[in-house]
């Protein structure tokens, strides 16, 4: 499975931006999907996560009611709608594939989009 995302970029605080990642290769539409982010005081970590059809989604606290997840398993799409964005969200964002249950993982990863949020 390869995973590319694009929609990276700097945007000031309170702004927004739209992350999307497309899925090749060996997908599967059954697979949790999500964005894991990465900063330099903090190792990989999951941020948001969708079910395979749609009907589950999950997000770190800081992030709830800002960020919005979102499929389209016809087009192996998955993208993060970020709103208020404040500094801290300043990361490397990595589209993941097969994230386990215990979301401390995926089994693929994409090459990661930088977002960086100016105060």
């Known amino acids: 499975v390869q995973l590319q995302a694009s929609g990276g970029g700097l945007v000031q605080a309170g702004g927004s931006l739209r992350l999307s990642c497309v899925a090749s290769?060996?997908?599967?539409?059954?697979?949790?999907m999500g964005w894991f982010r990465q900063t330099p005081r903090r190792e990989r970590h999951w941020v948001a996560a969708?079910?395979?059809?749609?009907?589950?989604?999950y997000y770190i606290e800081p992030v709830k009611g800002r960020f919005a997840i979102s499929r389209d398993n016809a087009k192996n799409t998955v993208s993060l709608q970020m709103n208020d964005l404040k500094p801290e969200d300043t990361a490397v964002y990595y589209c993941a594939a097969r994230i386990k249950a215990s979301m401390t993982s995926a089994d693929y990863y994409g090459p990661g989009t930088l977002v960086t949020v100016s105060s």
């Open positions: 290769g060996r997908t599967d539409s059954t697979f949790t």
């Open positions: 969708i079910s395979w059809n749609g009907d589950h989604t």
